[in-house]
């Protein structure tokens, strides 16, 4: 859309086009036809019901309508797909990439200009591509003095980190990587890992800057941990257990948030302390500190850091939905499935195909991920505004809210939940 | 209580800003209008008349060689130094003209004040960039031609916010 | 150890506790200008401000140029403020060479100098909020402030360095259609201002922040000799344009705005008071201003001054801006002094500063409205 890029000339087109189709011919002459012959000489083709299953008759089985969709499907509830696409982490970081774009052009529809505006036909969409393309082609420069297996590893293990926490949330009924009995419980662990890893970093970096901004974030994470660990008390006592797909079946009827809005509003203020969003970016103050932890760091590095960051916001918020706001349930809006396509057949004039174990997902699945996504990003959108409202908070007013203010709304909270227990008008057993 | 109505009210007023038009202006698709044709100065009246003070436009016909452009200059910037041209005017016996180093000027428009004929102007064209510093000296020739400007953007304040429209 | 020490060095204790912080030129939370600060755990126990890092000898060469040519070299100091620092210039030459300024014109000096007040509080403004973290306060006062600069480059013909003043009156009148213009960007900017006091004055964690630090009592203010905002938000009630008016000040309403606590809070809210006054003095000079009249005087060429001296003082945006000009018969001034308003505030810096805690330092530093390069000249 703009014109700043050098206007088009056929000739540069063609050669352009005619010189990636050489390339594209030499790597696969040269380095995948090999490949192939080393895979299919050393590797044992299965035995399928009497026959070789060769490429070609996987091919076959994929694209024949009676072999092909229970073939998907198996690949659908397979363990593999549930870590790495649906889930898992494609979907939060496809959730995690698309909040990045969505937060810059919301501060700056707020702030009355234009976010990124020229990277894609419309508005700026492929914004995201180009900065991680310029990431990647960064070099990476670590400091002389750093430790480096811990300064390499630092970054690394905050994405795996948030990306376990990623996979504890159920999306959908069933739909859940890792079904625990204790599955609150494993998010607290998880939560209280990140503080090490941040100081960690900070000390690996071996530089004053990062070091104050270690320092504080320490004292941040350590001590909004407590309130948010508390304000879930209320939610457990009502429930009776500590299971995450339990927690929202039992949200059926009413939605917590209602009856406990003091905890929801201490576990969204924690939150916030928790992703060092304003006004808690106290560790990454630019003005003070030129960057906190995250000086250091350069090129993919940070693009890994940047990742683990929105995957815990993906995933604070989804816990959040999980816990206060009734996850997958709402009302059924996706149309089930014509039912005559299972019994009959695909109808197209003469033709009648037979698909059997046609409905690949299931009505509810679809409902439940529709109204998760919903809710999780609108939950998303109050963590976003924070940021072009509120300037940035001190430490000692920080640390004063976290420990007394926040601490007390806490226990306020679960002395109501009890009452709504022994009033028996929650729980089990109760009015609702 | 008085925190939390205030935290309310600004998180309100934020959300109340996301219906206002944005600002921006969005260069070099869309340009800024200007009043008028340039800065100009009438030596008569001793007034000068408002406009843009970007790049400068020398008439040939009313230049008389008077050097006082120059010596304007002297105590500001030195950016002005005149120089022979190979054209003859009846009312330019020493054929010479100022030209002038963009590297140098500051644009103040204190020659234009300085010009007792009606010879020296400034214009509405401030895309003066090149790619080396002789190029940036303007010869009189090349201070003679009407610089091409298309600007058309102004501001425009209406019930949903002010816009560059 | 104990050898002589040259004059005027002298040894320094270091102790364990306390750490030395160098918030110099190249740091995302100060100006251009230096702050040694010493540090005994989140405590500053003093301060040192440095000035100098953008002198660059102004008053000096103002002496090798003429009274005209010093027109274009005296208003690099602060160059949105521009009209403001040649204003007491202008009436001080004025006065040397005898020059009577018609009416319209000085209209129109009132009119481009409260133009000026609002682009360079703007710009304060956003630098006050992107120091305390709040980006939406850096963005808006900045887009805001393409309104009044749009105007001036209506008026002057340059956005910055307008260099419109000269001795006798302004260089050009105004352009057609001005006053509509003027008056409807003045309306939406005074909208746009009242709209800060939600998102900033009014937010309980700005409040929080800037509340109670930084404290100048009314009487360390006057004994200090501070000028300005900083003055006026310590209770003091002095302007230069209300106790001593110079062009058509007299003749228009100006109300001077006081706030009584001395803080960081006060002192950031008193230059944004100032502007929404501003809207209204802009207003009413529009309305009184002469229909007709030259807007400026012809001067013959090389004017000389006579054996004399004057000293002239100007209201700017950070408070008392004098000019003192001494002419000896030739073209050129023999000496100008420039007063200004910046560094008679920086004594402020380290008497606050001092018992302040670390977080505080870049709320209670900015807010004295210290512009480094004017300081320096």
């Known amino acids: 859309m703009s014109v700043i890029a050098p206007k088009f000339r056929l000739g540069y087109f063609l050669k352009s086009l005619t010189d990636n189709i050489f390339w594209i011919i030499v790597l696969f002459t040269l380095v995948g036809m090999p490949a192939i012959m080393l895979i299919l000489f050393f590797i044992d083709l299965p035995v399928l019901d009497g026959t070789l299953l060769t490429p070609f008759l996987a091919f076959t089985m994929i694209f024949h309508p009676e072999t092909g969709v229970p073939l998907l499907k198996s690949l659908l509830y397979s363990d593999f797909f549930r870590i790495a696409a649906f889930p898992g982490f494609g979907f939060a970081a496809l959730l995690a990439a698309g909040t990045i774009f969505a937060e810059r052009k919301l501060l700056a529809k707020l702030q009355l200009r234009v976010g990124p505006f020229y990277c894609g036909k419309f508005e700026g969409i492929l914004q995201l591509m180009a900065d991680g393309l310029k990431l990647i082609s960064k070099e990476i420069i670590i400091p002389a003095k750093a430790d480096k297996p811990i300064f390499w590893a630092a970054p690394i293990l905050f994405v795996a980190t948030a990306a376990a926490f990623v996979s504890l949330i159920p999306v959908a009924p069933g739909w859940v990587v890792a079904d625990l009995d204790v599955g609150l419980l494993a998010v607290f662990a998880i939560i209280g890992f990140f503080p090490i890893i941040t100081i960690l970093s900070a000390w690996s970096a071996n530089s004053k800057f990062p070091f104050i901004g270690g320092i504080r974030a320490l004292h941040q994470m350590v001590s909004f941990e407590i309130p948010l660990i508390l304000s879930l008390l209320g939610v457990v006592i009502l429930t009776g257990t500590l299971n995450l797909s339990k927690i929202v079946e039992s949200q059926s009827n009413y939605w917590f948030i209602a009856f406990l809005p003091i905890g929801a509003i201490v576990f969204f203020i924690s939150m916030l302390a928790e992703l060092e969003r304003i006004p808690f970016d106290l560790p990454e103050a630019e003005s003070e500190i030129v960057a906190g932890w995250l000086t250091e760091f350069s090129g993919m590095i940070y693009g890994l850091v940047q990742l683990g960051s929105y995957l815990k916001l993906y995933a604070f918020a989804a816990l959040f939905v999980v816990l206060f706001l009734g996850g997958w349930q709402g009302p059924m809006v996706v149309p089930p499935f014509p039912a005559e396509i299972i019994t009959h057949g695909i109808v197209a004039g003469p033709i009648t195909i037979h698909v059997p174990g046609l409905p690949i997902t299931t009505q509810e699945m679809l409902n439940g991920t529709l109204w998760f996504t919903l809710k999780t990003v609108a939950v998303i959108f109050f963590i976003l505004i924070p940021r072009g409202v509120f300037p940035r908070i001190r430490i000692d007013m920080l640390l004063s809210i976290g420990w007394n203010k926040l601490i007390a709304l806490a226990f306020i909270n679960i002395f109501i939940a009890l009452g709504l227990l022994y009033a028996g008008v929650l729980g089990p057993g109760g009015l609702l | ?165 | ?377």
Request: include cysteine.
């Open chain 2, 1 to 165: 209580m008085g925190t939390a109505t205030g935290i309310i009210r600004a998180l309100n007023s934020g959300i109340k800003h996301l219906a206002v038009k944005r600002f921006t202006l969005r260069y070099p698709e869309e340009k800024l209008k200007f009043v008028g044709d340039g800065y100009q100065y009438d030596p008569t009246s001793g007034v000068g008349i408002a406009g843009y003070k970007g790049r400068h436009m020398l008439f040939h016909d009313k230049c008389t060689g008077c050097q006082l452009c120059a010596i304007a200059c002297e105590g500001v910037a030195e950016a002005i130094a005149m120089v022979k041209v190979p054209e003859e005017w009846k009312h330019n016996k020493k054929s010479i003209m100022p030209q002038i180093d963009y590297g140098k000027c500051v644009f103040c428009g204190l020659c234009v004040d300085a010009c007792p004929f009606y010879a020296l102007y400034m214009t509405n064209d401030y895309e003066l960039s090149s790619f080396s510093k002789e190029a940036l000296i303007y010869t009189p020739s090349q201070l003679q031609v009407k610089p091409e400007v298309k600007q058309d953007v102004d501001i425009v304040i209406d019930k949903r916010g002010a816009t560059h429209g």
């Open chain 3, 1 to 377: 150890m104990t050898a002589r020490l040259p004059p005027g060095l002298q040894l320094e204790k270091v102790d364990d506790r306390i750490m030395t912080l160098n918030v110099g030129p190249q740091h995302p939370g100060s100006g251009h200008m230096r702050l040694i600060i010493k540090v005994d755990g989140d405590y500053i126990v003093s301060c040192d401000p440095d000035p100098g890092y953008v002198h660059r000898g102004e008053e000096k060469m103002a002496e090798y140029r003429n009274y005209i040519t010093n027109i274009p070299h005296l208003e690099r100091p602060v160059i949105h403020d521009s009209c403001n620092i040649l204003y007491p210039y202008c009436l001080g030459v004025e006065e040397l060479l005898g020059l009577e300024v018609s009416e319209r014109a000085k209209y129109v000096r009132v009119i481009a100098s409260e133009l000026n007040r609002f682009t360079y509080t703007l710009y304060w403004l956003a630098i006050y909020g992107i120091f305390l973290g709040h980006s939406t306060m850096f963005m808006w006062p900045a887009g805001d402030r393409e309104l009044a600069i749009d105007l001036l480059e209506k008026l002057t013909g340059a956005r910055v360095t307008h260099s419109y003043f000269v001795p006798g009156g302004v260089r050009n009148d105004l352009p057609a259609n001005f006053e509509d213009v003027c008056l409807r960007q003045i309306n939406y900017l005074e909208k746009r201002l009242k709209a800060y006091a939600d998102i900033f004055y009014d937010n309980p964690i700005l409040i929080a922040r800037t509340e109670k630090t930084g404290v100048l009592s009314r009487e360390d203010a006057i004994r200090l000799g501070t000028t300005g905002t900083v003055l006026r938000a310590s209770g003091v009630d002095y302007d230069v344009r209300t106790k001593e008016p110079y062009d058509v000040y007299d003749e228009l309403d100006v109300h001077t705005n006081v706030l009584k606590n001395g803080d960081s809070y006060d002192r950031s809210k008193t230059p944004w008071l100032d502007m929404l006054e501003s809207c209204n003095i802009i207003r009413q000079a529009l309305e009184k201003m002469p229909k007709s009249g030259s807007v400026r005087v012809k001067l013959k060429p090389n004017p000389k001054g006579g054996n004399d001296e004057v000293y002239k003082r100007v209201e700017s945006g950070r408070g008392s801006l004098g000019a003192y000009i001494v002419s000896r018969s030739k073209p050129e001034p023999y000496r100008v002094k420039l007063s200004v308003g910046s560094f008679r505030n920086l004594i402020c810096m380290p008497y606050l500063l001092k018992g302040e805690k670390l977080g505080n330092m870049p709320a209670v530093y900015w807010s004295l409205n210290y512009w480094p390069v004017e300081a320096d000249r």
